[in-house]
T-cell receptor, first 115, second 112 residues
Framework: KAGVTQTPRYLIKTRGQQVTLSCSPISGHRSVSWYQQTPGQGLQFLFEYFSETQRNKGNFPGRFSGRQFSNSRSEMNVSTLELGDSALYLC??????????????FGPGTRLTVL | DQQVKQNSPSLSVQEGRISILNCDYTNSMFDYFLWYKKYPAEGPTFLISISSIKDKNEDGRFTVFLNKSAKHLSLHIVPSQPGDSAVYFCAASANSNYQLIWGAGTKLIIKP
């Protein structure tokens, strides 16, 4: 079956703009988590959605938001972009919320560059 | 303050030899540790994990060792193969908190 897909794969924006990233989980998976990976840093947890509800949230400012649709697809939005938002944004899907880590599958990521 | 540290950004190992990737942590509440592998243009994939009640876990060519007193874990790959060339992330969690804390990763290069 198809894996986790993320669109777009690459994105270039300028400071102050906003951006929306999309994640389609594996068919049947209802949980989607988002992560930010910056150079020299590990993955930083952004938030997790399950059945259209945010279940868990990391320590990111309110400029970072997300949502999940009834078909489990998820979007994350970053408003008023800053240079430091340049990163690889990864999403991961799992069948259940708070899944065992070996049951969480990552997409290839969206590389966001803020100029 | 990085709670999980991978101090070697990269490591080069001859094919067939042992690769040892290291990870240190500072939070004594961590009780579950994982290693992930990431190829370019792909997301991380789970490799192996270890609970704090054990000091070793083995899966084929991959073995993870945990030294709780030193707050140190290591991943051993024996023998190393070209397909093992990737970035390896160490991650940890505390039972009371679902969120994983990730290290910055170590890029492993297997030389032919």
């Amino acid at each position: 079956k198809a894996g986790v897909t993320q669109t777009p794969r690459y994105l270039i924006k300028t400071r102050g703009q906003q951006v929306t990233l999309s994640c389609s989980p594996i068919s049947g998976h209802r949980s989607v988590s988002w992560y930010q990976q910056t150079p020299g840093q590990g993955l930083q947890f952004l938030f997790e959605y399950f059945s259209e509800t945010q279940r868990n949230k990391g320590n990111f400012p309110g400029r970072f938001s997300g949502r999940q649709f009834s078909n489990s697809r998820s979007e994350m939005n970053v408003s008023t972009l800053e240079l430091g938002d340049s990163a690889l944004y990864l999403c991961a899907s799992s069948l259940l919320a708070r899944a065992l880590y070996n049951e969480q599958f990552f997409g290839p990521g969206t590389r966001l560059t803020v100029l | 303050d990085q709670q999980v540290k991978q101090n070697s950004p990269s490591l080069s190992v001859q094919e067939g030899r042992i690769s040892i990737l290291n990870c240190d942590y500072t939070n004594s509440m961590f009780d579950y540790f994982l290693w992930y592998k990431k190829y370019p243009a792909e997301g991380p994939t789970f490799l192996i994990s270890i609970s704090s009640i054990k000091d070793k876990n083995e899966d084929g060519r991959f073995t993870v060792f945990l030294n709780k007193s030193a707050k140190h874990l290591s991943l051993h790959i024996v023998p190393s193969q070209p397909g093992d060339s990737a970035v390896y992330f160490c991650a940890a969690s505390a039972n009371s908190n679902y969120q994983l804390i990730w290290g910055a990763g170590t890029k492993l290069i297997i030389k032919p």
